[in-house]
């Protein structure tokens, strides 16, 4: 059985930073895209950073480009998303995801999902 556990989230001002963890547990098959989601009421769930653990290829959406930084620990089945120089609007549920891809940050196949974590960010 697959588990995904999200940590490291809270509250933090503008400017400050974060760094969430993601321990996977299980067999994964051949999903090898680790992703985290930002999610926030009322709006579909949308793809922040992956990595892809055949070539390291990394993705970022835009709004988070030079200021987030996705990496993994082979050694122990974690994927990690520093998050420095925060905006009130990254404000949301975090959520890591294993599966086959994230194109964009509404395009994306995962497999399995986290519980999700909590980002607040105030101004």
């Known amino acids: 059985q697959v588990q995904l556990v999200e940590s490291g989230g809270g509250s933090v001002q503008a400017g400050g930073s974060l760094r969430l963890s993601c321990a996977v547990s299980?067999?994964?098959?051949?999903?090898?895209?680790m992703a985290w989601f930002r999610e926030v009421p009322g709006e579909q769930r949308e793809g922040v950073a992956a990595i892809y653990t055949d070539d390291n290829r990394t993705f970022y959406v835009d709004s988070v480009k030079g200021r987030f930084t996705i990496s993994r620990d082979n050694a122990k089945n974690t994927v990690y998303l520093q998050m420095d120089n925060l905006k009130p609007e990254d404000t949301g549920m975090y959520y890591c995801?294993?599966?086959?891809?994230?194109?964009?940050?509404?395009?994306?196949?995962?497999?399995?999902w986290g519980k999700g974590i909590l980002v607040t960010i105030s101004s």
């Open positions: 299980g067999n994964t098959d051949t999903n090898n895209c």
């Open positions: 995801g294993v599966g086959r891809y994230l194109v964009s940050p509404r395009y994306y196949g995962m497999s399995y």
